[in-house]
């Protein structure tokens, strides 16, 4: 395990905010159960509190600690097709789980896992589902490699895990709390199936 990945892990579990690569664009994460931890990177990144904020994880069984019910037809068609990779599936979680700030006021959760082994070995080894929004100031541009991380942004973590995103593009977001599923914001993934 290369140094910086070590640090991010012991940073996390510890309450620390880190930015690290992941497969779509660079995020900026934090632990999901620790409400300190959460509030500071929503102060951090400007964000609504209005506004839910991604959750990644490292497998579907992680996910479904959170979640309230997967139903077959998500899991066959989205998770194991598209995961890992740049599908944020949004269904309905167990909200005494999630910080409120996590759920946007909502009773619903958006995860995903992501196709990037930094990200994937950072989670699996925290043990538990980090926030993924990217690494970026409110309404500011998507950081796709290093080099756009804003400075001043930057200044304000606890640590920094470079990194290349093969993607470089913003996730695909599937509300599946409703029936047939809805797109809500189309990125990287193409969603081709039936969602009946």
Same mark, same amino acid.
Request: glycine share 6%.
């Given at each position: 395990?290369?140094?910086?990945? %070590?640090? %991010?892990?012991?940073? *996390?579990? !510890?309450?620390?905010? =880190?930015?690290?690569?992941?497969?779509?664009?660079?995020?900026?994460? #934090?632990?999901?159960?620790?409400?300190?931890?959460?509030?500071? *990177?929503?102060?951090?990144?400007?964000?609504?509190?209005?506004?839910?904020?991604?959750?990644? =994880?490292?497998?579907?069984?992680?996910?479904?600690?959170?979640?309230?019910?997967?139903?077959?037809?998500? &899991?066959?068609?989205?998770?194991?097709?598209?995961?890992?990779? +740049?599908?944020?599936? =949004?269904? &309905? #979680?167990?909200?005494?789980?999630?910080?409120?700030?996590?759920?946007?006021?909502?009773?619903?959760?958006? =995860?995903?896992?992501?196709?990037?082994?930094? %990200?994937?070995?950072?989670?699996?080894?925290?043990?538990?589902?980090?926030?993924?929004?990217?690494?970026?100031?409110?309404?500011? *541009?998507?950081?796709?490699?290093?080099?756009? *991380?804003?400075? &001043?942004? !930057?200044?304000?973590?606890?640590?920094? !895990?470079?990194?290349? #995103?093969? !993607?470089?593009? +913003?996730?695909?977001?599937?509300?599946?709390?409703?029936?047939?599923?809805?797109?809500?914001?189309?990125?990287?993934?193409?969603?081709?199936?039936?969602?009946?």
């Amino acid at each position: 395990m290369n140094q910086q990945v %070590a640090k %991010a892990i012991e940073a *996390l579990k !510890v309450g620390g905010i =880190v930015i690290f690569p992941t497969d779509t664009a660079f995020g900026i994460g #934090c632990v999901i159960d620790n409400e300190e931890a959460v509030k500071r *990177l929503f102060d951090i990144r400007k964000r609504p509190s209005t506004q839910a904020t991604p959750v990644l =994880v490292e497998s579907i069984d992680m996910a479904r600690e959170y979640l309230v019910d997967i139903p077959e037809h998500i &899991e066959e068609k989205l998770m194991k097709k598209y995961w890992p990779g +740049a599908l944020t599936i =949004v269904l &309905e #979680c167990q909200a005494e789980k999630v910080p409120e700030l996590v759920r946007g006021g909502t009773d619903t959760l958006g =995860v995903r896992i992501p196709n990037h082994p930094v %990200a994937l070995e950072i989670i699996r080894n925290v043990g538990k589902p980090i926030l993924g929004p990217s690494a970026n100031f409110h309404g500011e *541009l998507t950081p796709y490699t290093f080099e756009d *991380l804003n400075p &001043e942004l !930057v200044k304000l973590v606890d640590l920094v !895990v470079p990194g290349e #995103c093969s !993607v470089r593009e +913003a996730s695909t977001v599937i509300d599946c709390t409703v029936s047939p599923w809805k797109t809500i914001r189309q990125g990287a993934t193409t969603v081709s199936d039936s969602n009946t």
